[in-house]
């Protein structure tokens, strides 16, 4: 008999993915709902970040169903299973995609787990439909601005709780959406998005 247990097993092996790190481990994305334990362990990460850099807490409101499947997804890194960053997009109410939680634990950074995330939240997010990601970051995540700058993100205008915040910083990039999200036969297995 499949109880519910072995499908969320079954559907969260169907969607890990494992990828090469520049020092040769191996990463594995996988999506996780955002009020899963250990998605709040590294969300939790991600605001003691916002209080050593900014001194306070992200204020932008967040649901966890927003980041369920197709509006969104929330995705955690581990490296030979321990939890080593994580990531996550969902539907903006009036526009694009917005990419959130990007974070990468201390001790694994430098290998590219971030650009690993970033990108497949970005094949998500396309995957999905979504012809543009959106993002808030600062002045005071110096690596987070030059990991965008790399990634081909530029500035577009603020919105949300930080709009006019001084120090923040408002990026996008457009997306080249996937031929299933258009209604065309695609030959490659879409990510993330389903």
């Given at each position: 008999m499949?109880?519910?247990?072995?499908?969320?097993r079954a559907a969260e092996r169907s969607t890990t993915v494992r990828r090469m790190l520049r020092d040769g481990t191996v990463?594995?994305?996988r999506p996780l709902p955002y009020d899963d334990p250990l998605a709040q362990?590294?969300?939790?990460?991600?605001q003691q970040e916002y209080?050593?850099?900014?001194?306070?807490?992200d204020e932008a409101v967040v649901d966890p169903a927003e980041f369920l499947p197709p509006r969104g997804v929330f995705l955690v890194a581990e490296v030979d299973g321990v939890p080593a960053g994580c990531?996550?997009?969902?539907?903006?109410?009036?526009g694009p995609a917005e990419i959130k939680r990007v974070y990468v634990e201390p001790a694994f950074r430098?290998?590219?787990i971030a650009q690993l995330v970033v990108a497949a939240l970005e094949e998500g997010a396309a995957a999905a439909g979504h012809p543009e990601v959106v993002l808030n970051t600062g002045q005071e995540q110096p690596e987070a601005l030059a990991l965008y700058a790399e990634l081909g993100y530029r500035p577009v205008p603020g919105y949300g709780v930080y709009a006019c915040a001084?120090?923040?910083?408002?990026?996008?990039?457009?997306?080249t959406v996937s031929r299933a999200a258009t209604g065309r036969d695609e030959d490659e297995e879409s990510s993330w998005a389903s």
């Open positions: 499949c109880t519910s247990a072995d499908r969320t990463a594995t994305l362990y590294l969300i939790e990460q991600v209080v050593r850099r900014y001194g306070g807490r990531g996550a997009w969902r539907v903006r109410p009036s430098r290998r590219g001084p120090g923040a910083v408002f990026l996008g990039k457009e997306l």
